[in-house]
């Protein structure tokens, strides 16, 4: 019988992050002001903590994990590293199909990797309240998990369509201590003057973003800051516990480095945490094809522009160096509302510049067809967003039967879709659509990219 489950002991648990920035080919751009000047750690003080301030700016290879936040994480790390013996006999596949099962999380998906860390270094720093967004609820349960745990209080603007289409993730976020309420709302300026001009709007992420920068920096006793789930360099270090693991699971299950890595991509993050290791072997010279998925409605890397461009709908982030959709994009209502972001990762963008990455776009129906496929072969139901990386790669392992190569596939499992019935049930329904963004509307938003500062 094939091993499946390819398991680490905690004394095999990292110790140190990884950061990417210490190998790029290319420097990574710094994030600049509105004027165009490279910003600096004290310009973002009110918004982070300094010693995350200096995560975000470090080009240091490896950054040791605190023990207390390896203490929390050992509650469910290492991961196991599995294979999908079912899903390759249903295939009739030569490859060999392995997936980093990051849904085991007491939240149920990798976000609590860096949720923890962020909740962490905030109280070490004498921070009483972190401020978030969320869209469809996983990144704000994690927080709202992380704050319960550490002990500081988390208020939590969840997208207004997801907070009514998802009750079941706010309930998770009021069961760990946070207030959750819906974005956007009468709680900020950025809140109130949307609502005044679109009372019907269902809500973004950018919009959600600017509600909380505006609570964070608006507290004048200076002890609130607003934690990102995405995006930003810290997170993605924090998120590399998932690459480091499944390295040594390769290795010591005998098969050396995969051919093929697999991601879905909405800020980055988990996907950056599988690959980032792997970038790393691939910078040395290793034949390893990296694959970020993200949906046809929100095709950032493969339609967006490399641009300078705003996190936030209220411009209050500083550019950033990424490949974005415009900041005001709103994209359709797919249900993997955690892949509905305009921006990418700096750190993936740059490595998709630097020619590291091949990068893929699914339609949803495509995803949950083979989220189908899955639940019916390996037997557990995915997160909306996690469909996209399974639907790559049965693609991949479908390639490889036609080229009849056994090549080994790794695929982050970033989630768990049980809080996710209803978009399933949408789905069985008939109700879900091809969401491909149309080229008009693609032309329309970027074109707000054109004021910005350059790229070179
Ligand atoms: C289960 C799951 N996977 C993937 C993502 C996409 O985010 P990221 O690209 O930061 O990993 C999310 C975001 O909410 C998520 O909840």
Redesign the pocket.
Known sequence: MEKTNILLSGREMPRSWYNLAADLPNPLRPPLTADGTPITPETMAPIFPMNLIEQEVSSERWIEIPEPVLAILMRWRPTPLRRAVALEKHLNTPARIYYKD??LSPP????PNTAVAQAWYNKEFGIKKLTTE???G??GSALAYACGLIGIECKVYMVRISFEQKPFRKVLMRIWGADCIPSPSEASKTGREILKKMPDTPGSLGIAISEAIEEATGDESGRTRYAL???LNH?MLH?TVIGLETRKQLKNAGVGLPHVVI???????????LSFPFIAEKIDGADITIIPVEPTACPTLTRGRFAYDYGDVAKTTPLLPMHSLGHTFVPPGIH????R?HGM?PLVSQAAVDGLLEPMSLDQLECYRAALTWAQTEGSI?????THAIAAAIREAEKAREEGKDKSIVF?Y???GLLDLSAYEAYLDGKLVDSTLPEERLQESISELDGNPGVD
């Open positions: 990051e849904s149920g998906s990798h976000k969320t869209g469809a996983q990144w789930g995405s995006v997170v998120q991601g879905c991509a909405g800020g980055g993050s988990n996907f950056a945490g993997a509302g955690g892949l972001y990762a995915p997160a909306p967003e996690t982050c970033s989630g768990h």
